[in-house]
């Protein structure tokens, strides 16, 4: 049998095992184009849990399962990183009120996660994580009914993932020919191999950060806690809610709002799950038994340092400090907005559009559901829209909608000109349906074009792509490469605006948002030479973006 503090090993030195190992599987992405890899997003995903999970004490299975699973959906960064997280919401789900856990509860817990990440998926793609989890999890149940014992069942679960990672490229055509497996599935590989080494009795793998500089981090987290810390006790539990009276989270929240901070209520029909920062959490569980009766409680001292947290790789202090935490506020005014942006321009374009907070991310830099959530609390709206300007971040966006305490929309905006122009045909005066209905028209009428470079050498949609190239996208998908980004600027706008053209839209307006690495004379002298391309009657803007990666993301309406 499982035990919570074997499963609580295994995760941990599951994502030390991924951390070690992220560049390779980055290094698997078919797409040459930098953007936030899927090694780096499923193992910042994963190693968020780890944190939690290193201070918990004799956990049982569903304790060890329910932690990891609020924590990897709040960490979940990009779309590997979502998809990873809802393969683990199954364990909370499936071993929801267990102390230990056998192979059937292994297999079920996957099989629900599994279910759930299809659901997420609006168009799920066969050759991915997706196909290789499935694949896992059924052989997981068969055998399961032969041999219930636990390092058996998760054994087949790792034999048949490796054999259908390795079939992912005859289900994608550009695995194949790239001459690689995907990247997620191979991820996803190498989490459950190590939680398979430490079922069958191995020991949890070291993080090479925690190899290195383990001594300096726990010191450093030691001063910092005993002064920057208010509250003292982590207090978190489940109330199994009793429906024969009527209760509003909403008041519970409130109390605990008046005790302590960081409080976090999430509810449905069956439990409310609460996460408080506070001095008094006996008047905190006290309030809550009104509620119902606890399924969980958990009480930390956060002050004491655990022995075992220096097995688990910590983020970044430096860069962590240069983001305060942003305080939630009471919802006052009918509408509010959040945008995902990076580059100092683009912030301010959005904050002058009417954006209450901007979240710093895109293409490297995907930004957590957490990250997302922490903006939507603190947005004095009663409807917030959130804007995620980036195809690998709609999905984390999204997990963030049930998590918010107000009511939340998330528009589809995969690009910043669709974010902007989204922004711009929002009326005060209308109704949500009608803002939704015409913010999604205007994010697909617009037509974006990107300029980047080539992060790898690939043969890629029939291009022979070297590292350093100026690659041209035309709304997300590769156009052509160039080695003149002059020359390339110029052809992007012109094919956008001949597809308009041909299409039936006429092109009016041009705006091109040059990032961090072009000056203002280039982007000057792209203008023009763009404004001779397309003639007088197309009115052309520069804009300073200060956007990382992208050269210029051009925006034609």
């Avoid at 959906?73 to 230990?100: P, Q």
């Avoid at 506070?278 to 569980?285: C, E, I, S, V």
Wanted: glycine share 8%.
């Amino acid at each position: 049998m499982i035990q919570g503090t074997l499963l609580k090993n295994a995760l941990i030195s599951a994502a030390n095992s991924l951390s070690n190992v992220k560049q390779a599987v980055d290094e698997l992405n078919v797409f040459p184009v930098p953007d936030g890899d899927t090694g780096t997003n499923m193992s910042m995903t994963i190693t968020a849990a780890a944190r939690e999970l290193a201070r918990l004490n004799d956990p049982t299975v569903t304790e060890t399962a329910d932690v990891a699973s609020s924590a990897l959906l709040r960490g979940a960064r990009g779309n590997s990183g979502v998809i990873l997280s809802l393969l683990f919401r199954g364990f909370s789900k499936g071993l929801k009120g267990k102390t230990e856990a056998d192979g059937a509860d292994l297999a079920q817990a996957l099989t629900f996660g599994v279910e759930a990440a299809y659901k997420a998926v609006m168009k799920p793609t066969e050759g991915t994580i997706l196909t290789v989890a499935r694949e896992a999890a059924e052989v997981g149940t068969a055998k399961a009914k032969e041999d219930n014992d636990p390092l058996v069942v998760w054994t087949a679960i790792c034999e048949e993932a490796e054999a259908s990672l390795a079939r992912t490229p005859e289900l994608l055509p550009m695995l194949k020919k790239a001459g690689v497996v995907d990247a997620g599935g191979k991820g996803f590989c190498v989490i459950i191999e190590a939680m398979k080494d430490v079922f069958a009795g191995g020991e949890v793998v070291e993080g090479e950060t925690s190899k290195t500089a383990a001594p300096s981090r726990k010191q450093s987290a030691a001063a910092s806690f005993e002064t920057d810390i208010k509250f003292t006790y982590c207090t978190e539990f489940i109330v199994a809610r009793d429906k024969s009276i009527e209760t509003d989270p909403l008041k519970l929240r409130a109390f605990l709002e008046s005790i302590g901070d960081c409080v976090v209520v999430v509810d449905d029909e069956d439990i409310i799950k609460v996460h408080v920062h506070t001095n008094d959490p006996g008047r905190a569980l006290h309030e809550a038994i009104e509620y119902g009766q606890f399924e969980t409680v958990k009480v930390e001292n956060m002050r004491i340092q655990h022995a075992n947290a220096g097995w688990v790789e910590e983020a970044d202090p430096d860069a962590a400090a240069e983001v305060p935490a942003l305080e939630r506020v009471e919802p006052e005014n009918p509408y509010g907005f959040v945008a995902v942006a990076a580059g100092k321009g683009l912030e301010e374009l959005f904050t002058d559009l009417g954006c209450d907070h901007v979240v710093s991310g895109g293409q490297t830099m995907n930004p957590s559901t957490d990250d997302i959530l922490q903006a939507i609390e603190a947005t004095p709206g009663e409807v917030v829209y959130v804007l995620p300007n980036n195809k690998n971040i709609i999905l984390a966006a999204e997990q963030a909608v049930p998590l918010a305490d107000r009511r939340v929309c998330v528009l589809p905006s995969r690009t910043i000109p669709q974010g902007i122009s989204a922004m711009i045909n929002f009326d005060p005066d209308g109704s949500v349906e009608s803002n939704l209905l015409a913010m999604t028209r205007a994010i697909d009428d617009v037509s974006t074009g990107q300029i980047t470079y080539a992060a790898r050498n690939s043969d890629f949609d029939g291009h022979q792509i070297e590292e350093g190239q100026i690659l041209a996208l035309d709304n997300n998908k590769l156009s052509f490469v160039d080695t003149d980004l002059r020359h390339a600027v110029v052809k992007l706008c012109k094919n956008l605006a001949n597809a308009r053209r041909l299409s039936g839209r006429e092109t009016s307006y041009v705006t091109l948002i040059y990032g961090e690495d072009v000056s203002e004379s280039q982007a000057n002298d792209m203008s023009a030479a763009v404004s001779a391309k397309l003639g007088d009657d197309v009115d052309v803007t520069v804009v300073s973006g200060g956007q990382p990666v992208y050269y210029f993301i051009i925006s034609i309406e």
